[in-house]
C-alpha cells in the first residue's frame, strides 16, 4: 500500500497543533528574555509548557485515531514562510505523531526529572530555557510539512545541542565538546542543505505532500532526473542523518557531547535529536526505495555503526560515555532498520521508541548514580551500589534487560524484527546485526556489574543514597514503558498498520518468529556475552585503575581512533591551511596593505599642502582645472 | 514677433512647490521690515516649516497630478519626473536642516558681539537675533528647485546665483568661531563668484554655437551640425566647470573643507545635502538632456574627474584631524561615487537605470548627512562645538546612543550593508557596470575602501579610546534637533532595510526622463 494523499486538517486539536511547537517556544522565550527575574519559578514553567505540548500531542493523537485510515494525513498550512519556496506549514501523520508523543512524553518526563537533578545549579532557569528550546525545535524539525521546515528545527536542534552540551562552559572539556559537535554536525547540515537544493531544482518543490514515490518515479521516467541524481539526493540526505545521528564516519562528537548534564544526555544525546537522522531517512523514503544503492549505503553505514559503537562500549569506564557508545550501536540498528524499506520503518521506529524509553531510562539512572557519587562517572569507582539505591538499580536494570533482548522486554521484539528483516535483504548485513547484539549482552551486563554489583570500590567521601522522588518517579514511568512498549508495539504489527498511512505497508506483513535461527543464535550470542561479563567483571575483582589491556581494548577505548583520524585528515592539514594563511596574511597582505596605508597616508599628508586656505591658491587651482578640462575637451573632441 | 511682445504664460499649478517657497521668502522679508523686533522669530520660524512642508506637498500633488509632456513657463523649466523627485528631496531635507537652524547657539546675534559676552547678552536681551536666516533659506531653497528643473541655460544661472547668493551670507552667520566662519564666508563668495563666471561664458560660448540657451534646441542642433566644434567644446568645458565647482568635483573642491568647518553647523548641513542634490539635478540636465549628443567627448574628460575626485577625496580625509572637515572630504568623495553614475549615460534602458541610481542616492546621503552634522552640533566645548577629532575619543562611554547613532551614520557613509549607504553605492555602481564604466567602478571601490578607513578609525575613537578628562559635553539637544537625528537615523535604517518603496519612486520618476 501507497503512502495516503495528504489532506487539509479537519479542525480540532490538529487545527491548533502549532501549539505543540509554540508552547515550549514561548517558555524559552520568556525564561530568556525574563532572565534572573524567572529564577524562582523558571523551572516550573518549563515543566508545565512540555507537559502542555505533550496534553496537545496526546490529543491530537487521539483524534488522528479516530479517523479514516485514508485521512490520517493531516496538513496544517500556516502562513507564507518563504515566497515561492515554501509554508509555513505542519505534517500530522501517524510519523510524526509518533516522535512529537516520544519527544513530549519523554521530554516531559527529563524535564520533572532536572528538578532534582539540577536543583543545586545556579543556571537551572537558563537550562530550562534552553531545554524548552530543544523541545520546540525538535518537534518543529518532524511535525515539518517540508524541508525548508524541517531544517529550520535541524538546525534549531543542533543550537540547543550546542548550548546545553557547553551548558557548564566554564569547564573547557565541555565548551570543547559543544565546540566540536556543532563543527562535525555542520558537516552533515551541509550534506542535507545540498540535498534540499537538489531537491529544489529538481522537483521544483520541497513539500512532503509533493515528493511522494510517485513523484519520484514520474521524474525519473520522464527523464527530470536521472537515476544519478536520486541517488545522489539519497546519499546527501543520509550524510545529515549521519552528522544529526552520530552515524559513521560522523560518529565522533557524540562521546565528547557526555560534557553536558545528565538530562540532556538523555533527552538530546539518546532519546530524541540522535534519532533525527533515522526521522529524515524514513520520512525520504520515497527517494531511497528508488535508490537501491543509497538504501544499501544506509543499511552499511547502520552496521558498521552498530558495530563500532558496540566496540567502543565495551572499553569505556565513564558510565555515560559506555551508554554513549550503546546509544550509537542502538542507532546504527535503526539505521539498518531504515535502510530496508517499509517493513524496516516500522521496526527501526519501534526500535527508536523503545529504544527513547529504556535509554533514558538508563541515562537518568546513570544520573542518579553521579548524583549519589559526587558526580564520578568512573565505573571502576562504583561497585556494590544495588543495596543502597534500590529504585535506580531496580529501573536502570529493567532498561538494561530491555536493551541487551532479554525475552519479553521491549528490546526483543523491536531489535528481533530488525534482525530477521535484514536478514531476509542480506545475510552478511543479517549476521553482523547478531554479533552485534552478542556484544551488546557484553557490554551492557559489564556496566550493570561494575556500578551495581561486586566490591564497593567508592572514594573515601562517597556516602551514596537513593535520589529524591522527582528524579525516582520519572525512572519508574520509563521503566515501565522499557517493559512493555516493545510487545506493543510489534506484536500483531501494531505500529507498522498504525504508520501504514505515512510510510506505506508491504504487501505481506511480517510474522512474529521467536524460535527462527536469528532468532535463538541472538538469544544464545546474548547469554554468552552477559556470562562472559560476570566472569570478567562480576565475579572477578575490578581493579581501580584501568589495566593498560589488549590492543583491541586500546583500539576501543581511543573510540576507535576516530578522533585520531579526524585529526590527520582533517585538524592538521587544517592547521596547516590556518597557519600559512596567517604566515601569508602577515607577511603578503599585511605588509602590502601596511605599505598602502603608509603610502596613502604619505599621500594624503603632502596632498594635504595644497589646501593652503588662500583664495587665491583655490582660485588658480580652479582655473588650473579649468584650463586642463578645455584642453581635454578639445583633445578628445578633434581626436 | 512683430514687435509686440508676448505676455508669457505660467503654468502656476505645476511650478506651486516653487512660487509657494519664493512667496514665503518675501513674506518673510516683509516681517523682517515690519514685524516688531520679540515678534520676528515665531513668526519667521512656522512660516519657513509651513512653506517647504507647503512646497512638498504641492510636490507630491503634481507627482500624483501626473506630468505635463512639455516644459512649463515658456520652456523655461522642466517639470518632469527627476525635477519632481529632486525637489522632493530638497524640500524635504531643508525642512529637516531648518529644524537644526531652529538652535540659538549656532547663529551670531549680533555681528559685533563677542560669543559669551555682556554685549551679546545684551543683545539677544533686546531682541537681536537673526530671524533673517530664515528667509535666506527659503530664497536659497527656491533657488535650488530652479536650478536643478531649469530647462534654458539662463534660467539655470539664475536659479544657481539665487540658490547660491544666501548660502555665502549664511556662511557667515556662526557664532562661535566667528572670524574663520567669516573668512569662508568670503572665501565662499569670492570662488563662487568666480565659478559663476565660468559658467556665463560657457552659455554665452554654446548660444554663439547654436543659436539658443534652450537645453532641447542646444541638443537638436547637435545632431544636425557638424565640423568645427571649438567653439562648442570650450563652451561646455567652461559650464562644466561652473557645475563641477558647485558639487565639489576635483580639482574645483577646493572650497569644500574651508566652507564647511567655517559655517554654522546647521548651515553646512543644509548645504551638504540640498545644494549637492540640486547641483546634480542640473549637471545632469546639462550633460544628459541639451549635451547628450556629445557623450563621446565628454565622457572620458568626465571619466578622468570621477576618479580624480573620489581619489582626493578619500585620501584627503584621512589626514583630516577636524570632523567637519573630514565629513566634507567625504562629501567630495561621495560627488566622486555620484560622478560614475552621470558618465553611465548610453541607451534609454540604461539612463534609466543610472537616473534612478542617482536620486536613490541623493536622497540616502543627503538624509545621512543632515543627521551626521546634526550630531555634530551638539558635541560642544567651551568655545562651541568640538570639532578636533581628539576631542571624541572615548564619547562612546560618556554618551553611548549620540556616539552609536553617530557610528551608524558613519557605516552609512562607508557603505555597509543594512544602511541606505549600501543600496545608494550598489545601484549607482552596477548602473556604472551596466554602462561600461568597470574601471570607474574598481576606483570606486577603492576609495571606499579607503574611505571606510577614516570613518572605522572615528569609531574606534569614540568606542575604543579612554575619553579625555575634560572632554566635551553633550549639548541636551533642542527639539528639533534630536527630531532631526532621529529622523536621519530613521530614514537611513529604512533605506537600508526596505530600499524597495523608494527605489521604485527613484525608477518611476526616472522613467519620465528629461523632457527633450
Avoid at chain 1, 543556571?123 to 515539518?144: E, K, Q, S, T, W
Wanted: aromatic share 10%; glycine share 12%.
Amino acid at each position: 500500500m501507497e503512502p495516503a494523499e495528504i489532506i487539509q486538517h479537519s479542525g480540532g486539536v490538529i487545527g491548533v497543533s502549532w501549539l505543540m511547537v509554540a508552547l515550549p517556544l514561548l517558555g524559552a522565550a520568556i525564561l530568556l528574555l525574563f532572565g534572573r527575574r524567572t529564577d524562582r519559578w523558571g523551572h516550573l514553567l518549563g515543566v508545565a509548557m512540555s507537559l502542555g505540548a505533550f496534553a496537545v500531542a496526546v490529543a491530537a493523537f487521539v483524534q488522528l485515531l479516530g479517523l479514516p485510515e485514508a485521512q490520517r494525513r493531516q496538513g496544517v498550512r500556516l502562513y507564507e514562510f518563504i515566497p515561492g519556496l515554501a509554508d509555513m506549514g505542519l505534517l500530522i501523520d501517524p510519523l510524526s505523531i509518533s516522535f512529537a508523543l516520544l519527544i513530549t512524553g519523554v521530554g516531559s518526563l527529563i524535564h520533572i526529572y532536572s528538578i532534582g537533578y539540577m536543583s543545586h545549579d545556579p543556571g537551572r532557569r537558563r537550562f530550562f530555557a534552553y531545554l524548552n528550546l530543544f523541545v520546540a525545535a525538535m518537534l518543529l524539525l518532524v511535525l515539518a510539512d517540508n524541508y525548508v521546515v524541517l531544517f529550520v528545527g535541524w538546525e534549531g536542534v543542533g543550537l540547543a545541542s550546542y548550548l546545553l552540551i557547553g551548558f557548564w562552559q566554564f569547564k573547557p572539556t565541555a565548551a570543547a565538546a559543544a565546540k566540536k559537535a556543532f563543527i562535525v554536525n555542520r558537516v552533515g547540515d551541509f550534506g542535507l542543505l545540498i540535498a534540499i537544493f537538489t531537491i529544489w531544482t529538481t522537483f521544483g518543490s520541497v513539500a512532503f505532500n509533493e515528493l511522494t514515490g510517485g513523484a519520484v518515479d514520474g521524474a525519473i521516467s520522464s527523464g527530470d532526473a536521472s537515476q544519478g541524481t536520486i541517488t545522489a539526493v539519497g546519499l546527501l540526505l543520509l550524510l545529515g542523518a549521519c552528522g544529526k545521528s552520530a552515524q559513521l564516519p560522523l560518529q565522533s562528537w557524540l562521546l565528547d557531547a557526555m560534557e553536558g548534564p545528565t538530562p540532556v544526555s538523555a533527552l538530546i544525546h539518546a532519546a530524541t535529536m540522535v534519532t533525527a537522522g533515522v526521522y529524515l531517512v524514513v520520512r525520504s523514503g520515497a527517494f531511497f526505495e528508488a535508490a537501491p544503492t543509497a538504501q544499501l549505503v544506509v543499511t552499511i553505514v547502520g552496521v558498521a555503526t552498530l558495530l563500532a559503537g558496540a566496540i567502543i562500549g565495551c572499553a569505556k569506564d565513564d558510565i555515560k560515555k559506555g551508554l554513549a557508545g550503546s546509544t550509537m550501536s542502538q542507532i546504527g540498528y535503526m539505521m539498518l532498520g531504515a535502510g530496508l524499506g517499509p517493513v524496516g520503518y516500522a521496526f527501526a521506529i519501534a526500535h527508536l521508541i523503545a529504544h527513547g524509553f529504556f535509554k533514558a531510562n538508563m541515562f537518568l539512572g546513570a544520573g542518579s548514580v553521579m548524583h549519589a557519587m559526587n558526580d564520578e562517572v568512573d565505573m571502576r569507582k562504583y561497585g556494590g551500589l544495588f543495596s543502597v539505591m534500590k529504585v535506580t538499580a531496580a529501573t536502570f536494570m529493567i532498561g538494561y534487560l530491555a536493551i541487551i533482548g532479554f525475552p519479553l522486554l521491549s528490546g526483543y521484539f523491536t531489535k528481533d524484527g530488525i534482525i530477521e528483516t535484514a536478514m531476509e535483504h542480506n545475510q552478511i548485513l543479517g549476521w553482523l546485526a547478531v554479533v552485534g547484539a552478542g556484544i551488546t549482552g557484553f557490554y551492557m551486563s559489564r556496566m550493570v556489574f561494575m556500578t551495581f554489583f561486586g566490591k564497593r570500590r567508592w572514594a573515601d567521601d562517597a556516602h551514596p543514597h537513593e535520589s529524591p522522588s522527582v528524579m525516582t518517579v520519572p525512572l519508574i514511568l520509563l521503566s515501565i514503558g522499557s517493559v512493555f512498549l516493545g510487545a506493543f508495539l510489534i506484536l500483531d504489527n501494531r505500529l507498522m498498520r498504525f504508520l501504514a498511512p505515512a510510510v506505506g505497508l508491504p504487501e505481506h506483513l511480517p510474522g512474529f518468529h521467536p524460535f527462527s535461527v536469528p532468532g535463538l543464535t541472538t538469544l544464545a550470542l546474548v547469554a554468552v556475552g552477559v556470562v562472559y561479563a560476570w566472569f570478567r567483571y562480576g565475579a572477578a575483582e575490578v581493579p581501580r585503575l584501568a589495566p593498560r589491556g589488549s590492543f583491541l581494548t586500546t583500539f576501543a577505548r581511543r573510540d576507535l581512533y576516530g578522533d585520531a583520524l579526524n585529526e590527520a585528515l582533517f585538524m592538521r592539514p587544517g592547521q596547516w591551511l590556518a597557519r600559512f594563511a596567517v604566515f601569508f596574511d602577515n607577511r603578503g597582505i599585511d605588509g602590502l596593505v601596511n605599505g598602502l596605508a603608509a603610502g596613502i597616508g604619505g599621500t594624503s599628508g603632502r596632498l594635504r599642502r595644497i589646501q593652503t586656505g588662500y583664495v587665491r591658491s583655490y582660485a588658480l587651482s580652479i582655473l588650473f582645472g579649468a584650463a586642463v578640462v578645455v584642453g581635454a575637451l578639445l583633445y578628445v573632441g578633434n581626436m | 514677433m512683430n514687435g509686440t511682445i508676448q505676455a508669457p504664460t505660467i503654468e502656476y499649478a505645476l511650478l506651486a512647490p516653487m512660487l509657494l517657497v519664493f512667496g514665503a521668502a518675501i513674506i518673510g522679508v516683509l516681517v523682517e521690515a515690519f514685524a516688531p523686533r520679540d515678534l520676528r522669530k515665531s513668526i519667521q520660524m512656522p512660516l519657513t516649516l509651513l512653506a517647504l512642508l507647503g512646497g512638498f506637498v504641492l510636490t507630491v500633488l503634481n507627482g500624483i497630478n501626473g506630468l505635463p509632456d512639455a516644459p512649463a513657463a515658456m520652456g523655461a523649466v522642466a517639470v518632469d519626473g527627476p525635477a519632481l523627485f529632486i525637489w522632493g528631496i530638497i524640500l524635504v531635507l531643508a525642512l529637516v536642516s531648518t529644524l537644526l537652524i531652529n538652535d540659538e547657539d549656532q547663529f551670531v546675534a549680533q555681528a559685533a558681539a563677542v560669543p559669551g559676552s555682556p554685549d551679546e547678552e545684551e543683545a539677544i536681551l533686546s531682541g537681536y537675533a537673526q530671524t533673517e536666516v530664515y528667509p535666506l533659506l527659503l530664497f536659497s531653497v527656491g533657488g535650488m528647485l530652479l536650478f536643478a528643473s531649469a530647462n534654458d541655460l539662463l534660467a539655470m544661472f539664475v536659479g544657481l546665483e539665487v540658490m547660491s547668493l544666501p548660502l555665502y551670507l549664511l556662511c557667515g552667520l556662526a557664532r562661535h568661531r566667528r572670524l574663520l566662519s567669516q573668512e569662508a564666508s568670503v572665501k565662499y563668495f569670492l570662488l563662487g563668484a568666480f565659478s559663476s563666471a565660468f559658467f556665463l561664458y560657457g552659455t554665452a560660448l554654446i548660444y554663439g554655437y547654436a543659436g539658443s540657451v534652450d537645453l532641447k534646441a542646444i541638443s537638436a542642433v547637435l545632431t544636425e551640425v557638424s565640423g568645427q566644434e571649438t567653439l562648442l567644446l570650450v563652451g561646455l568645458a567652461l559650464l562644466g566647470v561652473g557645475l563641477l565647482f558647485k558639487i565639489g568635483a576635483a580639482p574645483f573642491q577646493a572650497w569644500k573643507p574651508d566652507v564647511y568647518q567655517g559655517a554654522p553647523t546647521a548651515v553646512t548641513a543644509l548645504m551638504a545635502s540640498t545644494v549637492l542634490v540640486a547641483a546634480f539635478g542640473a549637471v545632469l540636465r546639462v550633460f544628459w538632456v541639451a549635451l547628450g549628443g556629445l557623450e563621446w567627448d565628454w565622457k572620458p574628460v568626465m571619466w578622468g574627474i570621477a576618479i580624480l575626485t573620489m581619489i582626493v577625496g578619500a585620501i584627503l580625509a584621512i589626514t583630516q584631524t577636524e570632523i567637519k572637515r573630514m565629513l566634507a572630504y567625504s562629501s567630495i568623495a561621495h560627488a566622486g561615487f555620484l560622478l560614475t553614475g552621470v558618465v553611465a549615460i548610453g541607451a534609454a534602458e540604461q539612463n534609466r537605470q543610472a537616473l534612478s541610481a542617482i536620486l536613490f542616492y541623493l536622497a540616502a546621503y543627503g538624509f545621512t548627512t543632515v543627521g551626521a552634522f546634526a550630531v555634530v552640533t551638539m558635541v560642544r566645548d567651551a568655545g562651541g562645538e568640538a570639532g578636533h577629532l581628539s576631542r571624541w575619543a572615548g564619547l562612546g562611554k560618556r554618551a553611548p546612543v549620540l556616539a552609536g547613532i553617530f557610528a551608524f551614520f558613519l557605516l552609512a557613509f562607508a557603505g555597509i550593508p543594512l544602511t541606505s549607504g549600501f543600496f545608494g553605492k550598489y545601484a549607482v555602481f552596477s548602473a556604472a557596470v551596466a554602462g561600461d564604466a568597470l574601471p570607474l567602478v574598481i576606483v570606486g571601490v577603492v576609495s571606499s575602501a579607503i574611505a571606510a578607513f577614516f570613518y572605522v578609525r572615528v569609531i574606534v575613537l569614540m568606542f575604543f579610546n579612554e575619553p579625555a578628562v575634560d572632554g566635551p559635553s553633550i549639548a541636551t539637544p533642542t527639539v528639533g534637533t534630536s527630531a532631526v537625528v532621529a529622523l536621519a537615523a530613521a530614514a537611513t535604517v529604512v533605506l537600508g532595510v526596505f530600499p524597495q518603496p523608494v527605489l521604485d519612486l527613484a525608477d518611476q520618476a526616472a522613467s519620465a526622463l528629461f523632457i527633450r
